[in-house]
Each structure stands twice: as C-alpha cells, then as structure tokens.
C-alpha cells in the first residue's frame, strides 16, 4: 500500500520543489500543463493537491514524460481487513473535503457481502467500519461494484484506451484480453487517477513496453474440452513463478477453444504467483493477432506439460481433509460459472455440509437470481455471496481452516492472508468433497 511508501513521496516531492526552485534543470521531471500545476500548487483545493501531489510523485520516479487522460478507474484497498483504521483515516479525510471522482470508477470486492452480512455471521465490529468505509467511496462518486470483474458488469474501456485499475486479475485481464492500458496502481494511486482523470504515462501505458518477454509453449490440451478453468489457474500459478514481472506470450495447440472465463483465470493466478501485468496468447488476445510483429526470436522460451501441472496440482493442495468451506468465485464468477455449480447440483441432486460460497457481483447475481439459480444452490445448502471474496473476507475470524478452490490465485493467497489449508480441483472434484 501507498501508505508504507508516504516518506519516499514526501522526499521525492520535496527534490521536485527543490529542483525546480533552484532551477536544477538538467534534473528532468515529468511536465505538467499549466491547469495541472495549479492542482500540484493547491489552487483547487487540498484534496486535488494530494491526489496531484501522489500522481506527480509516481510519474517522476518511473521517468512518466506527462499524465494522460483514462476513460475509467477501478479502485482497490476496501476491505477493512486490507486497509485497517490508516486507511479508513486516509479516506475519511479525503471524503471529507468533498473530492469527487471525474472519470466512471468501480469498486474492488470489499470485507463483506453488503446486504447479507450479519445472516452470514460476520463479525459485527469488522461490519461497522466496512461500511464507513464504503460510506467514504460513495460520497466521492464511487459506484459501489465491489467486484473483482468490472469488464464483466459494464466498466469495459475501448481497445488502446488508458485506465487506472488496482486490481492484479483486473489489470491483467484489462490488458491482456481488451487490450486497454494500465499500470497496476495501488488502491490510492487509482482512486487519485480517478479524481484528477489523468495518470502518469509510464510502463503498460507505452507501446515499447508491452512486448513479450517470454515464449511459453503450452503442450496440455484438456482445455479444448471447453469448461475446464483450474489447468489456467495451475498454468499462470507456474508460468508466473518463473516470469515474475515479465510479459509471457502463449501459444496454445487450440487457442480456438479458448474462453474468456479461462483467460480470467489464466490472468489472476499470473498475477498472483508472479507480478504479471500484461499476457498475450497468439492468435486469441487482441495484441497477439495473426500479422501483429510482437514477437521477438531471442525471447526465453518455457515449455508446459501435462506433468507441470500435475506438479503444480500436488503443490497448491495443502491438506486432504475436508472442506469447512467451499469457495468458487475468484475472481469473481461470470454467469456461465454460477450455470456450471447450478448443474453439478442438479446432477447430482447435491446437498452440501460444508458452506458453499459462490462469489459474484450483484449485477450477476440479479440475473442468476432471474434465472432460478440462487434457489437452487441455496435449497442444496449453498449461498450466492456478493461484494467480497473468501481472500479479503474474514474467515479466518469466523471459524473456516479448510477451505476448497477451484481458483489458482486463491489457492495461492488463501494460506498466508487467511492462515487456511487449501483444497485445490476442479468445480465438481471441490464441491463432491463437500457434500453430505
Ligand atoms: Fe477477486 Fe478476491 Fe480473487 S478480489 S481476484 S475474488 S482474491
């Protein structure tokens, strides 16, 4: 979080004013326009200033040559179990000013389910300041999503575009499958984007750095079958290990078969395992289209087995015991993934002792709603649960040690942020483990 690097800003502001007042020109820092230097210089008011202040500071440290107006924002940093009483102060003290966002902003997943948080027991103190804290975004014209899948529920840039998103899975998928153009801001960098309109244009913002780093071969092919998402979650869980930051290049043996559900989750366990930011699959992602020269031969080459993600199976499941809860939805489930739980339990005429939690937005969920699913998972025992996720959720509060995932960057974070054992598979191999 920005909070951690307050004094490395505070100083780089200072050797900007410093520099400048001086007339250290030989030092470059990154141009302002004039109206921009009145929001920097506080002529519009304290809060325009910090934002300025916190997007100037950035631009100058990764060599930004200006901002550049985004077309949307997505802010993170809004559970209370991330953010805690700092950032709570920090955004109380901006809502308070009566700073308004200037572009469409979406909200990351918070703490809780909003509507249905004291039914699913969470702790009543956690509850209260989780809606202080969404208090804050609303007054500042945040449109209170809390969803880890904005592309799926309307905030959905043009190919090219600039944005500000905060969320890794987000930002990867932002990049890589609409081919819009994001750095991964932090919480408050993204919410200072998204007041100001503008961000620094460094990193994923130019053309010279988004080209691949590295060639990965993938040689399973399991996925042609069509619904299979958790070998994407294996695949970014390794791939990301190795390329770390890096620009992986996919080619795949039927990239035809390719669905967006898997592209997301490809993209939230490259991130998660990795800092992967931007990925391309040949022939399937919009950079990646036949005819477009973004290959380079020199680029390191990875090969993917079947037994890689074998390996990786082994690897992300940490207990065999059975599931306290059943967690499907990270990031957050499209409408065809709630369709593939509603099957399973029809199918199998299911009723579960563990707690199921399908995660998704309210948006989704008043269509599954719509369309009878949310009645069916929960007369089996289950609960469409909105607006949070099992990772930025308490339930390491609220009494859950195993918990069950289909999803690789869950399998991934659940151990250390929410001291769980995971239960890694398939949807229908995690939910069968979990029925009575
Ligand atoms: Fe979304 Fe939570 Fe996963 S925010 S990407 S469901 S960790």
Redesign the pocket.
């Known amino acids: 979080m920005v909070y951690l690097s307050d004094i490395f800003i505070k100083i780089q502001l200072i050797y900007r004013k410093l520099s400048l007042s001086i007339q250290l020109y030989m030092v470059k820092f990154m141009y302002l326009t004039k109206e921009e230097e009145k929001m920097y210089n506080g002529e519009y008011g304290e809060a325009l200033e910090t934002c300025m202040n916190l997007l100037v500071s950035l631009g100058d440290i990764y060599g930004a040559e200006k901002l550049v107006p985004i077309s949307s924002a997505q802010v993170s940093g809004v559970s209370y179990k991330t953010i805690g009483e700092k950032g709570l102060e920090f955004l109380k003290d901006l809502a308070e000013k009566g700073v308004k966002v200037s572009v469409p902003t979406t909200l990351?997943?918070a703490g809780m389910d909003l509507v249905r948080y004291k039914e699913l027991g969470f702790p009543e103190e956690f509850s209260k300041k989780q809606l202080e804290i969404i208090e804050c975004f609303k007054k500042m014209g945040v449109e209170i999503s809390c969803t880890?899948t904005p592309y799926l529920t309307g905030n959905v840039p043009v190919f090219g575009s600039h944005v500000a998103w905060a969320?890794s899975?987000a930002v990867c998928y932002v990049n890589s499958v609409i081919g819009a153009r994001t750095n991964r801001e932090g919480g408050p960098s993204a919410l200072a984007a998204a007041i100001v309109g503008k961000t620094p244009c460094y990193g994923y913002h130019l053309d010279e750095n988004r080209s691949p780093t590295h060639i990965v071969e993938v040689e399973f092919e399991t996925y042609a079958k069509g619904k299979t998402k958790f070998e994407f979650g294996l695949l970014g869980s390794i791939v990301g290990k190795i390329v770390k930051n890096g620009i992986p290049y996919f080619k795949f043996k039927k990239a035809e078969h390719i669905k967006t559900d898997q592209l997301k989750a490809l993209g939230?366990a490259l991130a998660a395992s990795g800092g992967v930011a931007l990925y391309h699959v040949e022939d399937v992602t919009p950079e990646a289209k036949k005819g477009m020269p973004i290959v380079q031969e020199n680029l390191e080459r990875i090969t993917i087995t079947e037994e890689d993600i074998k390996n990786e199976y082994e690897i992300l499941n940490s207990t065999t015991g059975a599931p306290d809860l059943i967690c499907i939805?990270?990031?957050?489930c499209s409408l065809d993934e709630i369709k593939e739980v509603v099957d399973f339990i029809t199918e199998q005429n299911a009723k579960f002792k563990s707690d199921l939690w399908v995660?998704t937005s309210i948006h989704i969920k008043s269509i599954a709603d719509r369309m009878g699913y949310t009645e069916i998972i929960e007369n089996a025992g289950g609960k469409i649960v909105t607006d949070t996720?099992m990772?930025?959720a308490p339930i390491e509060d609220m009494g859950y040690k195993n918990v069950a995932t289909n999803?690789g960057?869950?399998a991934i974070?659940l151990p250390n942020f929410c001291k769980s054992n995971v239960i890694y598979g398939e949807i229908s191999e995690i939910l069968k483990k979990g029925m009575q």
């Open positions: 990351n997943p880890c969320e899975s939230a939805g990270c990031p957050h995660c996720c990772v930025v999803s960057k869950a974070y």
